[in-house]
């Protein structure tokens, strides 16, 4: 499909908390993702299913008001999503080790100077 997936972390998780520097801030992550891809392509934010309803009021529709990002069901199956998307980005996170064994690369958010 047209779509970078983005599946969200559940917070708190140690990969951005302490191990990742420049993306730990994920509605961040997604806005500069939005900003990011090609025309005519979208961005797939799925929540982590452990983290419904502990974000806090109003973040998803934040995430939702980004250009380009349509939101989908935390009980969506990835692999599913993973094998129509164009690429899989994350921060970290089983998604990008899925995406790798399904043979779609994942590309990885990383700050370069």
């Not at 973040?59 to 999503?81: G, Q, T």
Request: net charge negative.
């Amino acid at each position: 499909g047209d779509y970078v997936y983005f599946p969200l972390h559940f917070e708190p998780e140690a990969t951005l908390n302490g191990r990742e520097p420049y993306f730990s801030n994920q509605l961040y992550a997604v806005e500069m993702l939005s900003k990011s891809v090609p025309t005519g392509v979208n961005v797939l934010v799925k929540e982590h299913w452990a983290a419904v309803g502990t974000r806090p009021d109003n973040w998803m529709d934040k995430i939702s008001e980004f250009p380009r990002v349509a939101i989908v069901s935390p009980l969506e199956d990835s692999i599913d999503i993973i094998n129509r998307c164009m690429a899989t980005a994350t921060i970290s996170g089983t998604a990008g080790l899925e995406a790798a064994v399904l043979g779609k690369p994942p590309k990885s958010i990383t700050y370069t100077k």
